[in-house]
């Protein structure tokens, strides 16, 4: 399983992602594309995640691609990017037009995504930022 490269929403023209499950992570950018590092509880992090998901990617993807595009206020249940990414603030990091996005098709993709997230708490002693849950 292979990872896609990193691709800028504002930059996508279409929605590029597959109709077929997943994990996916979204980065905060710099201007130049670069990723901004964010401060975590016992290590940095300089890849600039700021959410781990899973699901139907094309789905997932394209309702990510509206919400940048449009520049709205996102819906969605409590254990979502976009109602974090509002609800806390996260724009402080990085604006809505310099998000990023990467993919990689799995079967188990609920395992996958706990993998990843088991793996960043690891190195980070954190979950990514927009990975909190809303109360």
Known sequence: MLW???QRFAEMTSNPAPSRKGVYQ???TAENGT???IRRACEDDSDGILYIGE????GRIG???EIVREDCEPKGHRKSFTPSFARYGLKRICDRRLLEVRWMECENCKAEEKQLLEAYKVRTGDIPPANLRLC
């Open 55 to 58: 699901g139907n990617l094309c």
């Open 35 to 37: 990723p901004k590092t």
């Open 63 to 65: 309702y990510l691609l």
């Open 26 to 28: 979204i980065r905060a």
């Open 4 to 6: 896609t490269n990193w």
